[in-house]
């Protein structure tokens, strides 16, 4: 489990919990997530750098601003492949947030 944090001036928070599920990879976002609706083409990713998407894998384009949700991850991602969650507004290549998804 985490918590999503803000590196922008733009609202986004919230828990998360990464997961195997006996078949694939869960990214569920709690309840009490949040996303400024303002920021334009913003994206989550897998990544092992905090600061750039680069290397990465593109979830997708953030839909839900608010509420609990989940992404389901391809067979193909293990549970130790990436480190961080990272928020990204792709039309501005700025980092919004980000969120540790296990220590070393």
Aim: proline share 5%; glycine share 8%.
């Amino acid at each position: 489990e985490g918590q999503i944090r803000s590196t922008s001036s733009y609202l986004l928070q919230g828990s998360l919990r990464y997961e195997f599920d006996g078949q694939n990879i869960v990214l569920s976002l709690g309840k009490n997530y949040r996303a400024d609706t303002a920021l334009p083409g913003l994206y989550v990713y897998l990544t092992n750098n905090p600061t750039t998407p680069s290397g990465g894998y593109e979830i997708g384009k953030v839909t839900v601003f608010e509420v609990a949700h989940q992404y389901n991850l391809p067979a193909s991602i293990a549970l130790m492949d990436y480190k961080y969650i990272l928020y990204w507004c792709k039309p501005f290549s700025v980092k919004v947030g980000d969120a540790l998804l296990f220590d070393d």
